[in-house]
């Protein structure tokens, strides 16, 4: 009842683990809060908590850090999400934003972290970015990070390796990227040949054109993927 008073509804009802938004339920109720809470605690790590909801875009900075400091960064704005609002991005777009940059900077400078991270922001009616989750480790589309020339795999393993990192020029902002493996997964329906005549000529194009052909063994890798998550 606390809870619901300070945050009213919608209300997110989280777990501390999860993949893929499967501990996380966007609630109406007080009688389906509840019900989403005792689901959680069967499945959470820890005890589930509640955050607010809010309205707005969801929003993703980060890159490789060194001591809080920023290396390599790359910005994203989700344009669409599977599941819906929850879910993984499988379609985004690259941005360049000075306050989303000051707040990821300012966050992981407290934090001392060297690595690879990211952190999440919805940002609401009012355009401010508001902290959603920090995951310590890559994130889902880095891959489209990697695309459009960030190096941030690359300098993360030069770092490993004791050379010096060069940090990489600016990268393109404003690029809608599809992340095809994740999108046709989403998109699918009763099969491989079911799901392609599902989709227009225009998002198989971009699908196509964003597999990594200029890296074969991970093209196929890639495919192999789809094949079987399809099947």
């Known amino acids: 009842d606390r809870v619901i008073g300070q945050f009213g509804f919608p209300l997110v ?15 109406e109720s007080p009688a389906h809060a509840l019900a989403a809470f005792e ?3 069967n499945v959470s790590p820890h005890p589930p908590f509640a955050q607010a909801f809010i309205r707005g875009a969801r929003q993703l900075m980060g890159g490789l850090f060194s001591q809080g400091e920023l290396i390599c960064p790359f910005a994203q704005e989700m344009i669409e999400a599977h599941p819906a609002h929850i879910g993984p991005s499988i379609r985004i777009r690259s941005l360049r934003d000075p306050r989303l940059e000051e707040h990821t900077r300012a966050l992981f400078r ?3 972290w060297s690595g690879i991270a990211a952190a999440e922001f ?6 401010i970015p508001v902290l959603m989750e920090v995951n310590p480790r890559p994130w889902g589309s880095i891959v489209v990070a990697e695309r459009l020339g960030t190096q941030i795999c690359r300098s ?7 050379r010096p990192i060069v940090p990489p020029g600016p990268y ?21 040949v079911s799901t392609l005549r599902k989709l227009e000529a225009r998002e198989l194009w971009a699908c196509a054109a964003a597999l990594p052909w200029s890296r074969p063994r991970l093209a196929l890798h890639v495919l192999r993927r789809l094949y079987q998550g399809l099947r």
């Open 39 to 41: 689901q959680m605690k």
């Open 172 to 192: 393109a902002a404003g690029v809608e990227c599809i992340l095809p493996e994740a999108f046709l997964l989403a998109r699918r329906q009763t099969g491989i």
């Open 122 to 127: 919805i940002r609401d009616e009012a355009g």
């Open 110 to 112: 407290a934090l001392r």
């Open 13 to 27: 009802i989280r777990g501390t683990g999860g993949f893929a938004g499967d501990q996380v339920r966007i609630v």
């Open 156 to 162: 993360f393993a030069e770092g490993l390796a004791g």
